[in-house]
Structure formats: C-alpha cells, structure tokens
C-alpha cells in the first residue's frame, strides 16, 4: 500500500487540518472559539468551513442566543471516517520512513 495515495486533499490546508483536529475531540464548536484556537481571521475560517461543509465533512448549526446569531461546527461521520484515515495515511508514511 502506498498511504501517499490515501491522503486526502481536502486536509492539505493546515487550517482545515486544525477545524478537523479541533472537530475530533470536541462534539461542537462555535465560531469565534474555534477562530481563537486557530488565530485566523473570519473570513479565512468562513471559506475553508464552507468547502469542508460542501464536503459534507461538517455540519453546520445556526442559532441565536437573545438577539445574537450563535453559529456552531461539528464533524459529520463522512468526515471523521475521512478524517482518520488521512491520519492512518500519515501514520504509514512515518512507519515506512523509519
């Protein structure tokens, strides 16, 4: 097996590498908590949401808390799976290397 092949593309931005990684451990993330984790800006973390969501690696909720618009972030199951298996690729490669 060649794991280069079973990267996965859509993970070659290390933002959406870092929504993904953030999306594995946490059930949900609003929008401004995982701007700050990633220290991007709005509209860097709105793009690269959108193609993840086009995907349908995320999904996204809309709410309002008062007045106010709460937007949160979760990972779908057809982006865990495709998410763990960039990782076993990238696991590979490194044992291969050794």
């Known amino acids: 097996m060649n794991p280069i092949l079973h990267l996965n593309k859509a993970f070659d931005s290390r933002i ?3 929504i993904m990684s953030a999306l594995m451990v946490s059930q949900h993330i ?8 990633l220290q ?22 809309k709410s309002f808390i008062g007045k106010k618009t709460n937007t949160t972030y979760a990972a779908t199951q057809l982006g865990a799976a495709a ?4 990782l076993y690729a990238l696991e590979e490669m490194i044992k291969q290397t050794k």
Do not use: P
Request: overall charge negative; proline content about 0%; aromatic content about 8%.
């Open 16 to 18: 959406r590498l870092g």
């Open 40 to 61: 991007i800006t709005d509209g860097n973390l709105a793009s690269h949401i959108k193609a993840l969501d086009e995907m349908d690696y995320v999904k996204v909720e």
């Open 83 to 86: 998410f763990k298996q960039h």
């Open 30 to 37: 609003n929008f401004n908590d995982l701007k700050e984790l």
